[in-house]
């Protein structure tokens, strides 16, 4: 493969609409395919797609319609829709297909290994505020994209066709050689600011501003460090303090994708976050009673729908 031509996006949640006119803009005239099903389908034409209230459209294709496999796959879904998903790919995954996944948490690259093998790449999303309500995003900063190998230190050849791609997308990107890290650096943040900004029901200023909200997002996050070197990860303060510095642009109304899922009655990801933590807390020994206490409060929360 000299250059990504053909592109499959599956999930138009708010990253995958934050993003799906940029990768259609950098693949081939008709060689950027949307995969949802009949009902999706109609429903998209029915209320429309709109970004930043620009109505957008999109070659729609069905899981089970013949194609012709994609260079690039990109998964844009949410965690408990990723087997389903994973599934609805099949007809697009090829000997030389390249995998993505936008998904939040540690496990989503895992699940798609363990059907597709080494056709995954680790990639991470981070720095963008989008907003989605229904049918509708709005953002004011895209944010960038951290692209590596997840079992080599090596700047591949396929990594660098996914850099080119995303050059002619005209998106940030960094390319790493530490990939897994970074993984479980944006892991860390989402433990922190998600969890967080949803049980005082606030939004990114709640935590952008010195406070208690902000001490406790930050101490959730240090309970992922302390995870970190068990799973032979390399975690510290410094990264802390990175992720600090991500999070300062980001539009003091907008809110993470959990605070967004409460407050339109839908199930939350508290269990790739507050529960992988404590469930990596048990299997090391290593006590996590923030993350503990913020899966008690979100799920309590989700009672109430």
Not at 76 to 96: F, M, N, R
Not at 183 to 191: D, E, P, R, S, T
Not at 245 to 256: Q, S, T
Not at 259 to 271: H, N, S
């Amino acid at each position: 493969m000299k250059e990504i031509k053909t592109v499959s996006l599956i999930g138009l949640g708010a990253l995958g609409l934050l993003f799906a006119e940029s990768f259609a803009s950098a693949a081939s005239p008709e060689g950027f395919r949307v995969i949802a099903d009949e009902s999706r389908q109609a429903r998209y034409r029915k209320e429309g797609l709109y970004n930043n209230d620009k109505l957008l459209s999109f070659n729609m294709i069905r899981p089970d319609e013949p194609c012709e496999p994609a260079d690039l796959l990109i998964f844009a879904v949410k965690y408990s829709q990723l087997p389903q998903a994973i599934a609805d790919t099949t007809l697009h995954v090829g000997e030389q297909t390249i995998i993505l996944s936008l998904l939040n948490g540690i496990s989503s690259e895992e699940d798609i290994r363990a059907v597709y093998g080494d056709k995954v790449l680790g990639c991470t999303v981070q720095g963008m505020d989008a907003t989605k309500n229904g049918n509708r995003l709005y953002w004011k900063n895209m944010g960038n994209f951290t692209v590596g190998e997840l079992y080599s230190d090596r700047v591949t050849s396929r990594l660098l066709l996914v850099s080119d791609f995303l050059s002619k997308a005209k998106l940030s990107h960094t390319i790493v050689t530490d990939m897994r890290d970074r993984v479980w650096g944006k892991f860390m943040l989402n433990v922190g600011i998600n969890q967080v900004v949803s049980v005082c029901e606030g939004n990114y200023g709640s935590v952008q501003r010195e406070g208690p909200e902000r001490e406790r997002m930050i101490s959730a996050m240090r309970e992922v460090i302390a995870l970190a070197k068990p799973e032979s990860i390399k975690l510290d303060e410094n990264d802390l303090l990175h992720w600090l510095d991500v999070i300062k642009p980001l539009d003091a109304e907008g809110m993470p994708s959990m605070r967004q899922d409460l407050l339109q009655g839908r199930r939350t990801e508290v269990d790739l976050f507050a529960g992988t933590v404590v469930k990596l807390g048990r299997k090391h020994g290593i006590k996590t009673p923030v993350n503990q206490a913020l899966l008690e409060e979100i799920l309590e929360l989700e009672k109430h729908f």
